[in-house]
């Protein structure tokens, strides 16, 4: 054997362990990388269900982002004080009781401490991957086409795997639209227009 | 036309450098056989691994928001600011874009009246320049760090005892540009009995200002507008290059080269001693050695009419100065002769020959003055004699590195100052040797404004808040002054009662502010009337040099990358090739391919160089095509020690401790030259033999007047045959370049433009030397002709996004693939790194990572653009034509609801390039510029026969050769 062979076999070696290894963790769970389902604990208790279901506030009210940026942001902690100056307790607490939210106020002392919250971040595209908010928005695609019923999640999670299949599916099926309506096709699919 | 790039392949021999593929894969990785048992024992290893792998656990990442919404700023979305660059002393105007806070990236501002929306690679490399760890992060004394209010303390504490003792302050600077910042230095200077503010330029153009006193009665620099002239001699001035403002005179040059101009093209003949890039540009070049000058100056001072004597000139030079006299004479009012030796008296003749031949108010402006070297030569030799004698109490140092580049008696005499004060922003040669050290900002973190012509201003506004606990030097000077005011503050007062008065467009100072701060700069209306010419020539005569006997004359010349060395510690500007050698990482002392035969040096040699009585100092020897024979030329701005990273490995020697004061101005002038070989060999980081291009017809020319006779003249594209496959479809947009020949002066700003736009990382020396550097556009330099005066040519070398790819169809993952807008697209997480493609591209333009390369520290990786991926090891890369850019042109289109407009979309290259050599956009749209572009009858492709379709073409160069030489035709076959 010589020295060549030697040492592909042996990185051979540790690939096979670990391949045969992580297919069968992931037989039982999900594909490397697909985060659907990712819901974690955030420092503040904060539902969309209660801001953009119950009090139908638009999408776009706080993430203001989402029409001229490739980021939708998530709002700076300025943007909720606009009305937790003055609201302060629980949902559903009556006019003239006095409930106060501890949720509420874990914001308030940080505003206070003038100290931003650490979020924790679900939706996560690799490096390699360019998602422009603005184009998809401005273009009437839909929040929930992407994230999920997310006027309805308590604590929010990754509805979708959002692997690229997802996204060319949709892109095609677009164009597809467009072009039975006798206009160009408009969603691109080269390589280059997610991946620069 | 047979072009060469290398005297080694010109000659026939085998050029020995690495090859890139040399190494066995994986690089690095340990040799060692394996057996069986050692199999399954490896595998094992890798089951735990996957184990871990596969279980573990998410890692959390943490998304903070701003607590505060900040006003106009959208995370993701680019903000533009125009400002004034501070790389050196010309104060070009630039638009810095601003994501998220932070400057990434540099581009010239289209307003600009002087430079016009082109800027130069030290200008595009600045924001390494902020992002740079080894910055100082506060004032100390002595070496000991401490607070600002503590030093302010200590530092009133000892001027108060200066002023009480009636001692000398002086302030030594660099050209200031900022007519505020001055002011603030003569504020401070004003409380102290004969303050003096003493200004140097390292690159010092000292002797012109003082040849006008003589001629004109006034100390002036010219302003010269080059687009006035119809005939150009530049005498070793690298006008294109590095002398005074690279990119306005690219700028005005550039508009009267080529035929299809609105003015007709220009002549320009160039004579100097070393090749330099405004050189490689001429339409004629002159070798002279620098002793030279002087005679060929009043022979031409004699044919243009001029009073004197002159002898006559050695055969061959004789008839040269007699055709570019007759040249000069035809265009009486439009000629300009322009003269980079910084000694007196070759600045009198130019001076004299510019007034015989009426170019003062056509290309010679005296009206309104350059003010971009305010450098006095003769009063920093009155400085170090004051300090030597110990007259000076105090010296503080501003916007300058003397210790570094004035000669070795300045270094001597500082250690006689008490109180030394620096204000650089890095602990340099100079801060090294000073008591207090006040670190100033880097120029985009602070307010400034600039005056580079007598009546253009321009402001310069801060991009970001200040990285680390520097304070702005105007603010400083002023807190020291006892006039203590934010810089903001003491700028906006002076413009209000010394600029606004001066403009009559704008009523209100606050709309006249922000239109300023919005737009740049600002032409003020008058000037003051331009001095007369009232020179006595027999006065003049009496500074007449004696010439020199030395059969070796020095010649140390600035390089485009380095300039001064105020850069040296950017890897950016030390990786970028010389324009004109192509080494890199190094400077070299360069040899007459005649002279080094006689003196038995090859490139690569080490020679050892004794300059007088100064240290001898050891350097490679480069064999430069195009050099005086007579002429030995060495690089300034090497051997930087002081202010980098901790690691940094000394770069090149320092070839400004070589200067002395000559006559009062800064030179090497007739010291003795001691040269002599040392045994061994130097390697030299050169990329001009990498990537061989076989010897196929790659770069065109024809002459001016074979042109004009008949346009059609210029050799036809190929055609080429019929292809196997089918031609692709194109969608919205389809993308192609045309690069001018004749408009590229090879300046090499695109090629940092695209560096900084597009992540590109540095490898180093060592491995520019396997040929792995990774610049995704180059600047391949040919020359044709003889070895001792051959023409040169520049042609931008980057991916060509052929239609018919030869690199598409070789790679087995579908990595890189066309799109259909034309580009050829790379995918960089489908790369698997075969590096088919790469052997597969006739252009090798193709780039691999061969490393993770660093981009080192958490300060250096700010300056990465966030809209392109950094790729990682074993990944191919190469030109995209700047897709990034292109996509956020195309949605800005979208969301506005319009069609994309011609010019909106342009590549990182395109954009700052001073000379718009490059056109660029969608060739499906028939009225825009590069369609007009594709049907110039001078358009050719390289390697267009091959049948490779590239997007990519260039226009054949045309030189503009004296007329009355036969020289005709063209060299197309």
């Known amino acids: 054997m010589n020295m060549r062979t030697g040492r592909v076999a042996l990185a051979g070696a540790v690939a096979l362990g670990a391949s045969v290894m992580i297919l069968l963790v992931s037989v039982d769970t999900k594909w490397l990388g697909d985060n659907s389902g990712y819901k974690p604990v955030q420092p503040i208790a904060y539902s969309h269900a209660l801001h953009a279901g119950e009090l139908k506030l638009d999408c776009l009210f706080c993430h203001t982002g989402a029409e001229q940026s490739r980021h939708a942001g998530i709002p700076p902690l300025s943007t909720c004080m606009k009305c937790h100056e003055v609201i302060l307790n629980r949902v559903g607490t009556k006019p003239g009781q006095v409930d106060r939210s501890p949720e509420i106020e874990k914001m308030n002392q940080a505003w206070k ?84 | 036309m047979r072009v060469w790039k290398s005297l080694g392949e010109r000659r026939g021999h085998v050029i020995n450098t690495r090859a890139e593929f040399a190494d066995e894969l994986p690089v690095g990785a340990s040799v060692r056989q394996i057996s069986r048992r050692d199999f399954f024992r490896f595998s094992g290893v890798g089951f735990a691994a996957g184990l871990a792998l596969g279980c573990k656990s998410k890692v959390v990442e943490k998304a903070l928001p701003y607590l505060n919404a900040q006003e106009g700023l959208t995370p993701g979305v ?66 000991r760090s401490l607070a600002w209010s503590a030093f302010d303390q200590d530092l009133a504490h000892r001027l108060q005892r200066i002023r009480a ?47 006008y006193e003589r001629t004109h009665g006034r100390r002036i620099f010219p302003q010269y507008h080059l687009d006035r002239a119809s005939f150009i001699l530049g005498i070793e001035a690298d006008f294109l290059g590095t002398w005074v403002d690279p990119v306005g005179f690219t700028a005005a040059y550039a508009r009267r080269r080529g ?79 322009l003269c980079g030796v910084n000694e007196r008296y070759p600045q009198i003749l130019t001076a004299r020959l510019n007034h015989l ?41 501003l916007g300058a590195n003397p210790i570094y580049d004035l000669p070795p008696a300045f270094t001597r005499a500082f250690a006689k100052v008490g109180l030394r004060i620096s204000l650089a922003p890095t602990m340099d040669e100079t801060a090294t040797a000073c008591t207090h050290v006040a670190p100033d900002h880097h120029w985009l973190e602070a307010w400034r404004d600039a005056e580079p012509l007598a009546g253009t201003l321009s402001l310069a506004q801060p991009l970001l808040n200040p990285l680390f606990g520097t304070r702005d030097a105007m603010e ?73 006997p030395e059969p070796y004359e020095l010649l140390l010349y600035p390089k ?108 090497v002038g007739a010291q003795a030259l001691q040269l002599r070989r040392v045994a061994g060999r130097s ?87 396997r040929k792995r550097e990774m610049h995704w556009l180059r600047i391949d330099r040919y020359y044709e002709g003889s070895e001792s005066e051959p023409s040169v040519f520049h042609q931008p070398m980057m991916c060509q996004q052929c239609d018919n790819a030869p690199c598409e169809n070789v790679c087995p993952v579908l990595a890189t693939m066309h799109s259909d807008e034309g580009l050829n697209q790379q995918v960089y997480n489908r790369c698997v790194g075969t590096r088919y493609c790469a052997n597969n591209c006739p252009y090798k333009v193709r780039r691999f990572n061969w490393w993770e390369y660093p981009h080192s520290g958490d300060i250096e990786r700010l300056a990465l653009n966030p809209d392109v991926t950094v790729r990682s090891r074993g990944v191919m890369e190469k030109c995209s034509f700047c897709v990034q850019r292109l996509l956020e042109a195309k949605a800005k289109a979208k969301d506005e609801g319009r069609e994309l407009k011609d010019g909106e979309a342009l590549p990182a290259c395109m954009q700052s390039c001073p000379a718009q050599a490059i056109v660029f956009g969608d060739v499906q749209d028939p009225g825009s510029q590069i369609s007009r572009a594709m049907r110039d009858p001078k358009r050719f492709t390289v390697l267009g026969e091959l049948g490779i379709a590239p997007a990519v073409s260039y226009l054949t160069r045309i030189i503009n050769r004296d007329a009355s030489q036969s020289h005709g035709g063209h060299h197309g076959a």
């Open chain 2, 78 to 143: 680019a903000q533009w600011y125009a400002t004034t660059c501070g790389g050196c002393s010309a104060g070009c105007g630039v638009l810095a874009r601003s994501r998220d806070g932070r400057p990434v990236k540099l581009e010239g501002n289209p307003d600009h009246p002087r430079s016009r929306g082109g800027l130069c690679a030290m200008g595009q490399a600045q924001t390494r320049g902020l992002y740079d760890s080894a910055r100082l992060r506060g004032p100390s004394i002595q070496g």
């Open chain 2, 476 to 548: 400083s000077l002023l807190g020291w002054a006892g006039q203590g005011q934010a810089a903001l503050d003491f700028i906006r007062a002076r413009w209000k009662a010394e600029v606004f008065p001066r403009q009559r467009t704008t009523a209100e100072f606050e709309a006249f502010w922000s239109a300023i701060l919005q737009k740049g700069a600002v032409v003020l209306e008058g000037a003051e009337p331009a001095p007369a010419y009232r020179e006595d020539p027999l006065a003049s005569a009496s500074e007449r040099p004696r010439p020199s």
């Open chain 2, 165 to 211: 003792e009636g001692g000398a302050v002086r302030i030594l600077s660099g050209t200031v540009l900022s007519p505020s910042l001055r002011a603030a230095a003569l504020a401070f200077l004003a409380g102290f009995k004969g303050g003096r503010l003493d200004v140097y330029d390292a690159l010092s153009c000292a002797a012109i200002p003082a040849a």
């Open chain 2, 357 to 397: 031949l009426g170019a003062e108010g056509g290309p010679v402006d005296l009206a309104r003055p350059s003010l971009q070297k305010q450098g006095d030569d003769r009063a920093i030799g009155a400085l170090i004699q004051e300090m030597e004698a110990g007259q000076v109490a105090a010296l503080l140092v």
């Open chain 1, 113 to 196: 401490r003038g100290q931003s919250i650490a979020w924790v971040r679900i939706h996560r595209l690799p490096d390699h991957v360019k998602f422009p908010h603005n184009r998809h928005v401005n273009a009437g695609v839909a929040c929930q086409t992407c994230h999920g019923e997310i006027q309805g999640m308590e604590r929010v999670e990754q509805a979708r795997t959002w692997a690229m299949g997802e996204c060319l599916a949709c892109h095609r099926a677009e164009n597809q639209k467009l072009q039975m309506n006798g206009k160009a096709s408009a969603a691109p699919t080269d390589c280059t227009a997610c991946h620069h």
């Open chain 2, 259 to 337: 035929p299809d101009n609105a003015r007709s093209m220009s002549r320009h003949v160039q004579a100097e001693s070393g090749l330099s890039l405004t050189g490689s540009s001429a339409d004629e070049r002159l070798r002279l050695a620098p002793s030279e000058v002087v005679p060929f100056l009043e022979r031409l001072v004699v044919l243009c009419g001029g009073s004197g004597t002159a002898g006559a000139l050695r055969v061959g030079l004789e008839a040269k100065c007699e055709a570019t006299a007759k040249g000069l004479r035809e265009h009486r009012g439009s000629s300009l002769v």
């Open chain 2, 560 to 667: 485009v990358s380095q300039g001064d060395g105020r850069h040296a510690f950017n890897p950016w500007l030390q990786e970028l090739p010389d324009p004109v050698t192509k080494v890199t990482w190094d400077n070299y002392l360069s040899l007459a391919p005649a002279t080094a035969q006689r003196l038995g040096f090859e490139q690569g040699d080490q020679a050892a160089l004794r300059v007088g009585d100064h240290p001898e100092q050891v350097l490679p020897v480069v064999v430069q095509p195009g050099q005086d024979d007579r002429t030995l030329a060495v690089a300034l701005g090497y051997g930087r020690m002081q202010g980098g990273p901790k690691d940094w490995v000394k770069v090149g020697s320092n070839a400004f401790s070589w200067r002395e004061f000559q006559g009062g101005f800064l030179g």
């Open chain 2, 683 to 769: 390697v030299l980081a050169v990329t001009q033999d990498h990537h061989s291009l076989e010897g196929r017809e790659l770069v065109r020319e024809m002459s001016l007047a074979a042109y004009l006779r008949d346009p059609a003249s210029a050799r036809p594209l190929e055609q080429p045959g019929a292809s196997i496959y089918p031609a692709h479809a194109h969608g919205a947009h389809r993308w192609a370049m045309v690069i001018d020949l004749s408009k590229c002066t090879g300046c090499s700003g695109c090629v940092i433009g695209c560096q900084v736009e597009n992540n590109i990382p540095v490898v180093g020396k060592d491995e520019v030397l």
